[in-house]
């Protein structure tokens, strides 16, 4: 009986050392992830403001910006990166319009949201993350029967998108009850 007394403590304490050792190692991994990303922030902010940059380079500055939910500097870069002389790839261009339309989604401007949504779409049809984006823009303005129906040309592409079943099959109901 006494040694199971002197053992418990052991595994108690060897526990909490496991514990803090996890949890400084992913403190420490998520140190090194912010720096990496301030550090490619700092460089594309100086060298933009510099000197032109390509598309793709006003793109990741936007994306960092509206990561840090600097909205106006984010659509500026957007912009910018859009009226670049490069010959861009539909879908890459579809992804800044997309980017576009979810900074002016975050800022409530949500008939420019809806706008820049459907240019991405225009530019790249099966862009499953624009259309999920158009439909929850309809849902903000009350669209309903036009959310729904941008859902399903969503699931029309990706039948097991979650967001779109879920959101479709609510937006369903309501319907259904309000009618």
């Known amino acids: ?11 108690y304490l060897s526990g909490i050392v496991i514990f803090l050792a996890g949890l400084g190692i992913f403190l420490l991994l998520q140190i090194v992830k912010t720096r990496r990303t301030e550090n490619r922030f700092y460089k ?10 390509n598309a793709e380079e006003y793109y990741e500055l936007a994306s960092l910006y509206l990561d840090k939910k600097l909205y106006v500097q984010g659509v500026t870069l957007l912009q910018k990166g859009l009226k670049t002389k490069e010959k861009l790839e539909p ?29 991405a779409i225009k530019l790249y049809p099966d862009y499953v993350t624009a259309l999920n984006n158009l439909a929850n823009a309809y849902e903000k303005k009350q669209m309903i029967a036009k959310a729904i129906e941008t859902y399903e040309a969503t699931l029309a592409i990706d039948d097991n998108n979650k967001i779109a079943k879920q959101r479709a099959e609510l937006l369903r109901k309501r319907l259904v009850s309000s009618a």
């Open 1 to 11: 009986m006494g040694t199971m007394n002197e053992v418990l403590p052991i595994v």
């Open 44 to 53: 594309l902010q100086k060298k933009l403001q510099n000197e032109k940059g």
């Open 91 to 119: 879908e890459n261009k579809a992804l800044m319009y997309n980017a576009l339309g979810f900074a002016y989604f975050s800022q409530e401007q949500i008939d420019l949201a809806i706008r820049h949504y459907r240019d």
